[in-house]
């Protein structure tokens, strides 16, 4: 299995740019998460979806930030206008089944937003 | 979910034993205890959950005491790949929010 898949690994942008990453679960997991990691806040939960539906987004920090699910292999999280305190590491995690399942994460993509 | 503490940071001698201490005193009867790690750069990394009793897998095993306050994560054979920040959760399974809290975790360095 390829595992969670993440792109761009690496994106570079001006503030108020739109900026889109995008994530491929792991095939057959029906439950998805966007987390963000900074050094000031660690890691911390943006939004999750299961089968395809958002669940919950509280942690998405502003109207800035949007992420749709729109089929089982497929996700994006946007940001638009991207802002400089936006710069992080952005990583997708996939899951099967129940809630509390282990969670399989990608490799991340690191946003700097100067 | 029930708050975990661990200890900020740890050595360990390559080839040997590393154990990973948590507490976590205000457990439910209901959560499970979760381990994962983060090496430099990378996602994190399931390693190993557990209600009550020990458990053992290819990487990894964990030590639940009787009273479930505490418990230790041990890698019996330490190696440089294994240097990372390691993450203790308490947390329901099969209920409710699916959100992991990482926490600051313990920062395993393994030496030569």
């Known amino acids: 299995d390829a595992g969670v898949i993440q792109s761009p690994r690496h994106e570079v942008t001006e503030m108020g740019q739109e900026v889109t990453l995008r994530c491929k679960p792991i095939?057959?997991?029906?439950?998805l998460f966007w987390y963000r990691q900074t050094m000031m806040r660690g890691l911390e939960l943006l939004i999750y979806?299961?089968?395809?539906?958002?669940?919950?987004d509280s942690g998405m920090p502003e109207d800035r930030f949007s992420a749709k699910m729109p089929n089982a292999s497929f996700s994006t999280l946007k940001i638009q206008p991207s802002e400089p305190r936006d710069s992080a590491v952005y990583f997708c995690?996939?899951?099967?089944?129940?809630?509390?399942?282990?969670?399989?994460f990608g490799p991340g993509t690191r946003l700097t937003v100067t | 979910d029930a708050k975990t503490t661990q200890p900020p940071s740890m050595d360990c001698a390559e080839g040997r034993a590393a154990n990973l201490p948590c507490n976590h005193s205000?457990?439910?009867?209901?959560?499970?205890v979760y381990w994962y790690r983060q090496i430099h750069s990378q996602g994190p990394q399931y390693i190993i959950h557990?209600?009550?009793n020990n458990e053992t897998n290819e990487m990894a095993s964990l030590i639940i005491t009787e009273d479930r306050k505490s418990s230790t994560l041990i890698l019996p054979h330490a190696t440089l790949r294994d240097t990372a920040v390691y993450y203790c959760i308490v947390r329901v399974r099969g209920t409710g929010a699916n959100n992991l809290f990482f926490g600051t975790g313990t920062r395993l360095t393994v030496i030569p």
């Open positions: 979806f299961n089968n395809n539906v958002p669940i919950d």
């Open positions: 995690a996939s899951s099967l089944g129940l809630a509390g399942a282990e969670q399989y």
């Open positions: 095939s057959g997991h029906n439950s």
């Open positions: 557990g209600l009550k």
């Open positions: 205000t457990i439910s009867g209901n959560e499970y």
